[in-house]
């Protein structure tokens, strides 16, 4: 690993705000972002990252890389949470099992803006279509974890609800407002776009560290509760991202050259999802455990992601 590249990543103002918000929960600071502000703050993100993506599309032709690339992404998030139940239905419920697999084959979008903002200090672009790619590797994870959940748990609360969840999964806001915000971009007219650049572009750094910031104070909070769960799901939380992104960085190169794109198959592949997931497991599963999956996701994998996984998934890229 390029050790120059994995201090300049920890040392981002954007990282270091959220190492901020750890430290305030740590010594219990009365310091808060509103909530309304910062389920603005997600949504402006998600916007940003959705419009700027829908303008690279537009200004790039459709081609048969785009096409393996939407194929590719659906094909990672379908079979990740298969591989993840079956390990982790030795050790955890049914439901459990189900809703972590469904987390880890899942994709964060707080991570995928992260990414993003890795990228552009590196100087590296990515096509605007991986907007899309991310997007629709949100839902199947959901839909393979609660199938799962249906065969190995007869008994279990969701059967039937299968329809709903689905359903859900692709109306759920993250995903609206960014395949919305995508779609937008694709159409627009960009002399007409170009009046909106200054709000996409030139204070998206501003809003992601204040983002971060409140993200450090709730994965600060969350890790408390996770700690019953011992020293197991911290390891998986761990070694999954890295196992996951390490492989879809190097086996990416059948899809795609370009390392931009590679690195971000490789971060949504490490990713796991904190917001789409248990809103869906709220419906489906009703048993399984929110403060196992959450935190797993939000006090272990995000964390890793951001500072260690970034630079490791990227070397891996440049090697190969």
């Known amino acids: ?41 997600s949504l402006y993100l998600l916007f940003a990252i959705g419009f700027k993506g829908g303008q690279e599309l537009s200004h790039s032709q459709f081609s048969a890389e785009i ?74 994870a959901i839909i393979v974890g609660v199938i799962l959940m249906m065969i190995y748990d007869k008994e279990s609360e969701n059967q039937g609800k299968l329809k709903d969840v689905i359903q859900h999964s692709f109306t759920n806001g993250s995903v609206l407002m960014i395949l919305g915000s995508l779609i937008i971009g694709l159409i627009a007219d ?47 939380a761990l070694l999954i991202p890295l196992l996951n992104g390490g492989f879809i960085a190097f086996a990416s190169k059948i899809v795609t050259a370009d390392e931009g794109n590679r690195f971000i198959f490789a971060i949504l592949a490490a990713s796991a ?3 789409a997931v248990p809103a869906a497991m709220r419906l489906a599963a009703p048993k399984s455990d929110p403060g196992l999956y959450i935190p797993m996701a939000l006090g272990v994998t995000f964390p890793f992601n951001i500072t260690i996984g970034m630079p490791i998934y990227y070397a891996i890229v440049r090697g190969t």
């Open 1 to 41: 690993m390029d050790f120059q590249i994995l201090i300049s990543n920890l040392t981002n103002p954007t990282l270091l705000f959220f190492v901020l918000g750890i430290f305030a929960a740590i010594v219990k600071s009365d310091l808060e972002i509103p909530a309304s502000s910062s389920k603005f703050i």
């Open 67 to 140: 096409l393996y690339s939407l194929l590719f992404g659906l094909v990672i998030a379908s079979l990740i949470p298969f591989y993840v139940f079956f390990i982790l239905k030795r050790k955890l419920t049914i439901s459990d099992a189900g809703a972590v697999a469904a987390t880890y084959g899942s994709v964060s979008a707080v991570t995928f803006v992260a990414a993003v903002s890795f990228l552009e200090a590196q100087k590296i672009a990515f096509g605007g279509h991986m907007v899309a790619v991310m997007a629709l590797m949100e839902s199947p």
């Open 273 to 275: 999802s904190y917001i």
């Open 190 to 236: 960009s002399k007409q776009a170009e009046g909106i650049k200054p709000f996409t572009n030139d204070i998206f750094k501003g809003f992601l560290a204040i983002f971060l910031l409140e993200m450090g104070m709730v994965t600060a909070r969350r890790f408390a509760a996770f700690r019953k769960y011992g020293l197991f799901v911290t390891i998986f």
